[in-house]
């Protein structure tokens, strides 16, 4: 019998196992697909290369916003870009998945696992890859299963075949026209990331703005990029229907018949749960098909525990790592630990990159909070004057009385490194006060977020472009 049994291989499974091997428990992984999980193999790893690759382009296109510069780059080799970001991909799978798990003795074993009809005690049975199979039983379980990209009922849709983040970046012949359905971040990066490499490509999303789920004028700034960029963008739009005829893409949005070459769907994502019999265990997911835990990362069955997007919190890598973690000490130490989430940083890898902290202007309101905000455009910030692209902005929002910092947001070029010193921020309780006090280097853009709290007590454009 093994102390921990995973199953899943990605960032919250790898983070549960490596945590437990340095506790000197026995460990054993269950994959039955590619290891890694999602962001090494099709989500942050690789799409990452390719929005910066596709921005390299871009830059040598928009080099004449500096006098004196001049630069052109040719059409893009799609199948040779794949090729290089499926090495990459390859390189730190191994590096820094099947390499370590070897490094920290555990094994990974190939197959597709699932509770047995056994009663209360929960044991895996798993048909193996070669077609074998196995009982696996642990002192405690992980499920770390991931999520996979969702596309909602639209008619039609299913018959005419749709492209996903995850096929998506693996084209090897771009499309001369696409449809990206879904204007959050997973949607926003795809889009840019495709037009950037040449695509005449038109963005939908249902809600009022772009990035939904942010600050407004964080999604009025990235409209304003991508209409520079010449990406079109339709708000307030439903796609009713789907058809594919020689070839083509006819998608008819609000009643107006629309024409591509391809539709990318980007909805968000649900975890993945199927076939794992987890009545057998008394273990039960949510409406999202979220496996449901207690604040410890525990299911109903006092063994089994759930990390990363299977467990329904926000899904990125470095939340999965820190609940795989978080697990092991739970489940073999009975550390009894929780998460705060509410000092969370995201962001959206456009360019300028959203990124964001703590709550929105509309979250405060929601939970009773008086608050006051402040924005401040990026023409005041030195860093994006001299590189020549003021587009975006900083937002802070801040308990009215105490000045307590409660959120921020930035749209900006490096918006993420931006927004780690908002994270600091809001974790410590800082006021605006004391952020506007703080020592902050010059001409970098982090210091918009020092000038975004100037604002509450004075007129920045009146300061010399170095005053403190």
Known sequence: MFDLAVIGSGGAAFAAAIAARRKDRSVVMVER???????????????????????????????????????????????????????????????????LAKEYGFDIVAGHARFADDGADPVLDVTLSDGGTRRIEAAHYVIATGSAPWAPPIDGLADAGYLTSTTAMELTELPGS???????????????????????????????????????EAGAAITEVFADEGIAV????????????????????????LSF??????????????????????AATGTRGEVIVDAHLRTANPRVWAAGDVAGQAQFVYVAGAQGAMVADNALEGAQRSLDYSALPRVTFTSPAIAAVGMT?????????????????????????????????????AERGSGRV???????????????????????????????????????????????????????????????
């Open 33 to 99: 697909s590619t290891v890694g999980g999602t962001c090494v193999n099709t989500g942050c790893v690789p799409s990452k290369a390719l929005l910066a690759a596709a921005e390299a382009r871009h830059v040598a296109l928009e080099a004449g916003r500096f006098p004196g510069i001049r630069a052109d780059a040719e059409d893009v080799d799609l199948a040779e870009l794949i090729g290089g970001k499926n090495a990459l991909v390859d390189d730190m799978r191994s590096g820094k998945y099947v390499d």
């Open 178 to 216: 696409l449809l990206v359905v879904g204007g959050n971040y997973i949607g926003l990066e795809q889009a840019q990331l495709f037009s950037r490499l040449g695509v005449h490509v038109t963005v939908v999303e249902m809600m009022d703005h772009l990035a939904p789920t942010e600050e407004p």
């Open 234 to 257: 339709r708000t307030r739009a439903t796609v009713n229907e789907i058809r594919r005829a020689g070839g083509r893409v006819a998608a008819t949005v609000d009643g107006e018949q």
């Open 261 to 282: 070459d391809e539709v990318l769907v980007a909805t968000g994502r649900r975890p993945v749960t199927g076939d794992l019999n987890l009545e057998a265990i008394g």
């Open 361 to 397: 202007d509309a979250d405060a309101e929601r939970q009773g909070l008086e608050c006051e905000c402040r924005v401040l455009g990026l023409e005041n910030v030195p860093r994006a004057i001299v590189n020549r692209d003021t587009r975006g902005l900083v937002k802070i929002v």
């Open 406 to 468: 409660l959120g921020a947001t930035a749209v900006a070029g490096g918006a993420g490194d931006v927004i780690a010193a908002a994270v600091y921020a809001v974790q410590e309780g800082m006021t605006v006060d004391q952020v506007a006090r703080t020592w902050c280097p010059y001409l970098t853009m982090a210091e918009g977020f020092k000038l975004a709290a100037q604002t509450f007590t004075r007129d920045v454009a009146k300061l010399s472009c170095c005053a403190s």
